[in-house]
């Protein structure tokens, strides 16, 4: 490991569609299957939704654009001196302080061989790739968002809008397993059943809660 900013580079847009997506989706789909239930005006709801699927989105470019950024901090697999100088603080001794640096070397080995294997790049640290990056998981956080939102806006017949949103999600699901089992080399049946298995779990969810508050 050299000293300078390192960061994971992404493998590209099927990794930010992979992240955001499925995020979207299954978020605006939980909130849609709760809120519906309580009774409010048709705006109201219309705005909880938006402002849910926007300030959402906004955290999930934030936390991608971090993850593309890399961590300055831990570029270097020894003790800074300020690091140092605090376990002394600590009345920890010179040969234990070695110790701890003598494994964090290793399991910095440890790590570089592992990215080796996974054949995982690492790259400098670029902003604008980061920002590409935060911005195309944002993205398809709010295309996920959106397939669980969209049938209630076009449509404030709540009830029935509930059931085409529920036909979207597990198409989109499917879809979307289909798509994450050709990128990352799984079978497809697995993927899909995993998934279709958290879709079933949120409904589950939401009439619990139906139940316990009505």
Request: hydrophobic share 45%; proline share 3%.
């Amino acid at each position: 490991m050299t000293a300078s900013h390192k960061a994971i580079r992404s493998s590209g847009w099927k990794t930010d569609f992979l992240i955001g997506f499925p995020d979207g989706l299954f978020l605006l789909f939980f909130a849609t299957q709760v809120i519906q239930l309580f009774s409010i005006k048709v705006q109201t709801f219309y705005t909880i939704h938006l402002c849910l699927l926007l300030g959402a989105g906004v955290l999930v470019m934030f936390s991608a654009f971090q993850a593309n950024k890399g961590d300055l901090q831990h570029d270097s697999p020894l003790l800074s001196d300020k690091e140092r100088a605090k376990l002394q603080q600590l009345d920890i001794n010179a040969h234990t302080i070695t110790h701890i640096e003598q494994e964090m070397e290793k399991d910095a080995h440890s790590w570089e061989q592992l990215l080796e294997n996974e054949k995982v790049s690492e790259t400098s640290f670029s902003r604008s790739r980061a920002i590409k990056h935060g911005l195309l998981t944002g993205f398809f956080f709010l295309l996920g968002g959106t397939v669980s939102l969209g049938p209630y806006l076009s449509n404030e017949n709540f009830p029935a809008a509930s059931q085409t949103s529920i036909m979207l999600v597990f198409l989109g699901l499917t879809v979307f397993s289909f798509i994450k089992a050709r990128v990352t080399a799984q079978r497809p049946l697995p993927v899909i059943l995993r998934y279709w298995l958290m879709g079933a779990g949120i409904l589950a969810g939401a009439w619990i809660l139906h139940k316990a508050i009505f």
